[in-house]
Structure formats: C-alpha cells, structure tokens
C-alpha cells in the first residue's frame, strides 16, 4: 500500500510540475507581449494573429471603441 501511495505522489508531482512550467512559459508568452506592445507607438500598426490567420490594424482603430478589451490592454489598466 505505501509503494503504491509513493508511485501516486510521484505521479501527481510530475502532473504538478509539468503545469508549473506550462504556466511559467505563459507569465513567459505575456511578459513578451507586454514588451512588444510597450514598443509600438499610439499610431503604430499592429498584427493580429487570430486563428493562424494575420491581420494588420492600428491601435488607433483597436482603441477607438472605449472600455473594451484592445482599449484596456493597450491603455496599460492590466498588469501582464
């Protein structure tokens, strides 16, 4: 009974940092786009890739609309 409880830790342990990692290159994904988007100036174009397809568009034109979503994130209001 004790080495199957000992194979179950170890199992959920590798399951917990296999997730640990997955999240850490996500925080690792955000901080890049955070980077990126701190570069690109109020009038600078941006690509969106949406479902593998890219679109091209301003943050004027995402930002036109305000308390939305784009307006938010390129406005700075969220911590990325």
Excluded: H, P
């Excluded at 179950?8 to 342990?13: A, D, G, P, S, V």
């Excluded at 997730?19 to 600078?44: C, F, H, P, Q, R």
């Excluded at 036109?64 to 784009?70: I, L, N, P």
């Amino acid at each position: 009974m004790a080495e199957k409880v000992c194979l179950e830790t170890i199992e959920i342990n590798t399951i917990l940092e296999s997730k640990l990692v997955n999240a850490l290159n996500k925080e690792k994904e955000w901080k890049d786009i955070k980077v990126k988007l701190a570069t690109i100036s109020i009038k600078g174009m941006v690509i969106l890739n949406v479902g593998g397809e890219k679109y091209t568009t301003s943050v004027d034109t995402l930002t036109r609309v305000k308390d939305t979503f784009f307006t938010a994130l390129l406005s700075n209001q969220w911590e990325l």
